[in-house]
């Protein structure tokens, strides 16, 4: 399966997943809703946000998982894309990483592979940036690639980009 079609499955079952977590919480009143400020310090769109906003540190939190993962992103050395890691710490059993390589895709759609073994594909990330956030978390669905289950997670920016 091609990694455009692979990512249009996901798409649909991000779709899937925010809108059923939309129907369980109501949205605030209309008059306590406040507008995200659309400027170049504060993007509301993946599309809006400038590719090394995503270099940095990251915390993961994926459904169903235990733990937080720690995820370092830095500039992909070969296309305008990004390159880093993720760490599972899970208490009683050694640190876990893998390697993560992606970008935003055309309709502002952050989207990873992750890899454990360096070799194959482990997981696929597919997320979307939260407009009130300022390009500081996405949203989206994690597909663990050994048993193509879907599972959504919230990625949160907690420090600047490291050498």
């Known amino acids: 399966m091609t990694k455009r079609l692979r990512l249009a499955g996901i798409a649909a079952a991000a779709s899937v997943l925010a809108a059923a977590a939309a129907a369980q919480t109501a949205p605030p009143p209309a008059a306590t ?13 993946g599309t809006e946000l400038p590719l090394p906003r995503l270099f940095g540190q990251w915390e993961a939190r994926i459904e169903g998982t235990e733990g937080v993962a720690k995820v370092k992103l830095n500039q992909h050395p070969d296309y305008a894309g990004v390159r880093g890691t993720i760490t599972r710490a899970v208490p009683g059993k050694p640190d876990s990483v893998g390697q993560l390589a992606g970008d935003i895709d055309d309709d502002g759609m952050l989207s990873l592979d992750e890899s454990l073994d360096g070799r ?22 994690w597909r663990n690639a050994a048993d193509e289950s879907l599972k959504p997670f919230v990625l949160d920016k907690t420090g600047p980009a490291t050498p």
């Not at 809703?33 to 769109?45: G, M, Q, Y």
């Open 120 to 141: 194959g594909i482990s997981g696929v990330w597919l997320g979307e940036l939260q407009p009130a956030s300022c390009g500081r978390q996405w949203k989206g669905v």
């Open 33 to 45: 809703r406040t507008p995200a400020p659309a400027s170049a310090d504060c993007p509301a769109r």
